[in-house]
């Protein structure tokens, strides 16, 4: 890549990541459209984007942790009902923001591997069209219900991981939207949200790099450098962006990004 297109795409890449890492959404959401429109193919864009992604999203996890905006406690639970009940083959973490992300991640290996392999027979439009209206009356429902109090809900929490890692391995992009306003609206802090979505997001980019490398199919990595260089670079911002802000205010910010990018998705579609 000459460095008169490096520059531009790394400077995309600092700003798009430090939204995301920020409200836990919009990374691959506005740049994967912007990237197309400079003239670079799908091919090009998704497997770059899913690489960076890994790299930045257990980065900010990592620093979201150190910051004190999530804890990440992967230590197992020996007093659980369920790891008493299956012995050493039991496992549950003792934080319950390492127990949401465990089970987001495992939801990835059902989406993004089942997005891979449908990629070519299934088209796109209708899947955007519904995440696009799901995110957009996410964002409605955050605004309208921030100062309420709701129930924790792993069934919520377990489908909109599936459909937003589904929809990650198709595009790029929808994941973040999906996952942060759902944890929110399931009961999650707004900064344990984006935490949690950091680190899920990267292993569910884990699982789409692998499965497109499965498939044997040919890719150009040669954007994926300066989208992980620039992507790194925004997350200590990011990190104490998030560290300084006031919880209400902070849901009021992601409720509002929610809608707009449900709304940037339907705007392109449409």
Known sequence: MSLSLGIPVFLMAFLCEFIDSTLGMGYGTTLTPVLLLIGFSPV???????????????????????AGNAFFDFRNTPEHR??????????????PDARI?????????????????????????????????????MGILILLRRKDTPVFSWKRI????????????LSGGGYGPLVTGGQILS???A?????????AESFTCLVGVLAYL????????AMAPV????????????????????????????????????????????
């Open 158 to 169: 377990t489908a909109l991981g599936i459909a937003a890692a589904f929809n990650k391995g």
């Open 227 to 270: 989208l992980i260089l620039g992507a790194l670079c925004s997350v200590p911002f990011s990190t104490m962006a998030v560290k300084r802000m006031n919880l209400r205010r902070f849901t009021l910010v992601v409720g509002a990004g929610t809608l707009i990018l449900g709304l940037f998705t339907l705007y392109n579609l449409l």
């Open 82 to 95: 369920i790891v008493r009940k299956m012995g050493k083959l039991g496992y549950i973490p003792r934080s």
């Open 101 to 137: 992300a465990i089970v987001l991640g495992l939801c990835s290996l059902i989406g993004a591997v089942g997005a891979t392999l449908l990629a070519v027979s299934i088209s796109t439009f209708h899947l955007k069209l519904v995440i696009g209206i799901i995110v957009t009356l």
């Open 44 to 66: 090009q864009i998704v497997p770059a984007v899913l690489m960076s992604e890994l790299a930045t999203g257990a980065l900010a996890a990592f620093m979201h942790h150190r």
């Open 191 to 199: 900064k344990s949200a984006v935490a949690i979505t950091s680190l």
């Open 214 to 221: 499965a498939t044997g199919t040919g890719i150009d990595w």
């Open 187 to 189: 009961g999650v802090g």
